[in-house]
């Protein structure tokens, strides 16, 4: 059960082990697009190339679909980014219902742990395999296996180097309950000494606006926690107008100065840097609202009297 293309690198990892896959369970085909087709999911695309058997529940607790999925006779069920399932789904199989989660639980547990993790600043994240219960992310612990954080890594960098580490722990996940040698731990346990955890809770697009006034650091952690999806954003002022800027890409630059938190600076040719707490945010990668995504030279060309914008900061 899984929809992106993080799910179907697990998918393509049990294929090459030979692990039976009796079907494959993922989201509806959507419009997408200028012209609005249907797009197929990553994880159907790649099932309908090995031609395994693809079903498309709208609803989860449909009876026609409870049907379809009992008939199956699955032993196990395996999710990677999915969605919340009902119970009378995850307690189906009779070895259970095992789920891949991109971050060391107990902690980052919800729908954006990957992004949360850079934002937050973590050194350390992962990958971990529990059995699915009725709150989410919360059942016993199968494995984990730990990813540097690195200084410049982006969300969608963390994202492939996860997406690869987690399809090894599944199938390691799959064999290990297959030869019944594991043994579950619970997250209750692992979260009675500390005063709280970390949460991923998802992202939407309000959450995604910069901060201006905030340090350089969190400043720096927040664009590339962000990148290249949802994205990070900014309004600016050009004359009269509001325009909308996506964030992509920024280089810290520490330093002293007396501007006010937000001010622009620009030669109009090479470079764009804003003044914050600590130095500098230098942009190297942005995109304007209904134009292409550019380099900040490329950005700039298009752009001439960049130099009469300025932030805006809440």
Request: charged share 25%; glycine share 6%.
């Amino acid at each position: 059960m899984g929809t992106p293309e993080f799910a179907v690198a697990s998918l393509k990892k049990l294929l090459e082990n030979d692990i039976h896959v009796a079907a494959v369970i993922t989201a509806p085909d959507k419009p997408a697009g200028r012209g609005r087709e249907l797009q197929s999911s990553p994880v159907k695309k790649f099932a309908a190339e090995h031609d395994l058997l693809v079903l498309q529940p709208a609803n989860l607790k449909d009876p026609a679909f409870i049907e379809e999925l009992g008939a199956l006779h699955a032993n196990l069920q395996l999710v990677v980014a999915f969605r919340m399932l009902p119970e009378v789904v995850w307690s189906m199989p009779e070895y259970g219902t095992v789920n891949l989660h991109a971050s060391l639980l107990p902690d980052y547990r919800g729908a954006a742990p990957i992004n949360r993790a850079i934002m937050n600043g973590e050194k350390k994240t992962g990958v971990t395999t529990f059995f699915i219960e009725k709150d989410i992310d919360t059942g016993n612990i199968l494995f984990s296996e730990e990813e540097d954080i690195h200084p410049d890594d982006t969300a969608g960098d963390l994202h492939d180097r996860l997406m690869h580490k987690g399809a090894g722990l599944l199938l390691k996940t799959v064999e290990a309950i297959r030869n019944d040698n594991f043994q579950a731990r619970s997250q209750a346990e692992l979260i009675k000494d500390k005063k709280s955890i970390k949460k991923a809770p998802k992202i939407t697009k309000d959450d995604c606006r910069i901060n201006w006034r905030d340090d350089m650091e969190s400043i720096y952690n927040f664009i590339r926690g962000l990148s290249p999806y949802p994205v990070a954003w900014t309004n600016i002022k050009h004359h009269d107008e509001m325009i909308m800027l996506k964030i992509f890409k920024v280089q810290k630059a520490p330093g002293t100065h007396n501007d006010t938190a937000g001010t622009l600076h620009t030669d109009n040719k090479h470079y764009i840097k804003v003044s914050v707490k600590g130095g500098y945010i230098n942009i190297t990668e942005l995109q304007q609202a209904g134009k292409k995504r550019l380099a900040v030279d490329e950005f700039l060309r298009g752009f001439p009297d960049f130099n009469q914008c300025e932030l805006i900061i809440y």
